[in-house]
Structure formats: structure tokens, C-alpha cells
T-cell receptor
Framework: RKEVEQDPGPFNVPEGATVAFNCTYS??????FFWYRQDCRKEPKLLMS???SGNEDGRFTAQLNRASQYISLLIRDSKLSDSATYLC???????????FGKGTKLSVKP | DVKVTQSSRYLVKRTGEKVFLECVQD?????MFWYRQDPGLGLRLIYF???????EKGDIPEGYSVSREKKERFSLILESASTNQTSMYLC??????????FGQGTRLTVV
């Protein structure tokens, strides 16, 4: 089982849609969880951390279920500028570093 | 913000050449990392370093080596470049926590 798995997409949605990304991780000892955003041909950038209590940043809501080893990201009212690849990231693997999912590509269309 | 600078955005090298990819960070971070990113495979860890002159193999170290002579600089070396090393290479640093800063990436093409 891969350490971090996520649906590769692509997700093609119209502006204003709500879209949800899911991710699972295999190491129950993982300590911290994140969503990164990566634009085409650019480096990954931290979008938000993910907490068990759930956290929100504007139109973005992240959720962690430690029992199920499951992470989610919800984007409401999608904008064209949300088009990017979203990476599910876990910290605290066997080597104590960030483990990246392969990313889910989102395209928001007018 | 962490400033991580990679020496080149784009590189084209010939098969068999020795290639150096340089990475410098200005935050006095202990930890530095080299990843490669390929379509469908995501980011994969090549090597990392927790201190000067220390290095650890990541998931895919074959065909690569690294050098960390100074805390701020972490170099990735392709001893004899091959076409299957054509990729996007990303350097990152962190102060020993999950807060990473990434360089802008080097897109290497080996012909």
C-alpha cells in the first residue's frame, strides 16, 4: 500500500462548483497533515494544515480522520484561479520527512 | 518566508555528463532535501541531509550523490547523466519541523 494515496483526477468543474478531494495514508504514526497547491511548472506551496477538529480558510475546508487515516479538502465556490494540482502531504514517515501524494489535478472552467 | 534558491530553472545536458544541481537556503535550516517530480509518480525523495557533511538516502538514490559542505548549500550530483534522469528537481529546506520551503525547481533534460 502506498504511503499517501489520492485520486489523480483530473477534476473538471464549472466556476462556482463545490469540489472535494480525498486522501488516505498508511502510517498511523504520522504526525502532521497538509494540503499543498502546485501550479503548472512551479514549486509546491503550502495551502493549509489539516487538524482533527477540522479547519477552514475562506472557501477551503480541510478535515482529518485519524481512525480511518483519511484526509479531505473541500473547495466551495470554485474560481478559475483554483485550477492547480492539489497535493496531500503527511509528515512523520519512517524517515521523519514529508511524504507526498501524487496529486489531484483540478481544472475550473468558465 | 524561507528563501530557497536553485541555481538553474532549466538545464539541458548530454548523456554521460556529470551534472551539478545547486541549492542554497538563507534561513540557517538544518535539514535539506532533494526530490524529483515526474508525471504520474509525484514527488520522490532522492537524498536528504540533517547537518553539514551528513547525508541520508531517500527512496530513489540510485544514480545520484549529494554534497553538503556548508549548512546553507546542498548539491545534487548526477555522476553520469542518463535520459531517465530527465525530470523536475526540487530542493527543500526545513528547521527540523514539517515547515518546508521549496526552491523554484530545475527542469533537467538529458539528451
Amino acid at each position: 500500500r502506498k504511503e499517501v494515496e489520492q485520486d489523480p483526477g483530473p477534476f473538471n468543474v464549472p466556476e462556482g462548483a463545490t469540489v472535494a478531494f480525498n486522501c488516505t495514508y498508511s502510517n498511523s504514526a504520522s504526525q502532521s497533515f497538509f494540503w499543498y497547491r502546485q501550479d503548472c511548472r512551479k514549486e509546491p506551496k503550502l495551502l493549509m494544515s489539516v487538524y482533527s477538529s477540522g479547519n477552514e480558510d475562506g472557501r477551503f475546508t480541510a478535515q482529518l480522520n485519524r481512525a480511518s487515516q483519511y484526509i479531505s479538502l473541500l473547495i466551495r465556490d470554485s474560481k478559475l484561479s483554483d485550477s492547480a494540482t492539489y497535493l496531500c502531504v503527511v509528515y512523520g514517515g519512517s524517515q521523519g520527512n514529508l511524504i507526498f501524494g501524487k496529486g489531484t489535478k483540478l481544472s475550473v472552467k468558465p | 518566508d524561507v528563501k530557497v534558491t536553485q541555481s538553474s530553472r532549466y538545464l539541458v545536458k548530454r548523456t554521460g555528463e556529470k551534472v551539478f544541481l545547486e541549492c542554497v537556503q538563507d534561513m540557517d535550516h538544518e535539514n535539506m532535501f532533494w526530490y524529483r517530480q515526474d508525471p504520474g509518480l509525484g514527488l520522490r525523495l532522492i537524498y536528504f541531509s540533517y547537518d553539514v557533511k551528513m547525508k541520508e538516502k531517500g527512496d530513489i538514490p540510485e544514480g545520484y550523490s549529494v554534497s553538503r559542505e556548508k549548512k546553507e548549500r546542498f548539491s545534487l550530483i548526477l555522476e553520469s547523466a542518463s535520459t531517465n534522469q530527465t525530470s523536475m528537481y526540487l530542493c527543500a529546506s526545513s528547521p527540523g519541523t514539517s515547515r518546508y520551503g521549496f526552491g523554484q525547481g530545475t527542469r533537467l533534460t538529458v539528451v
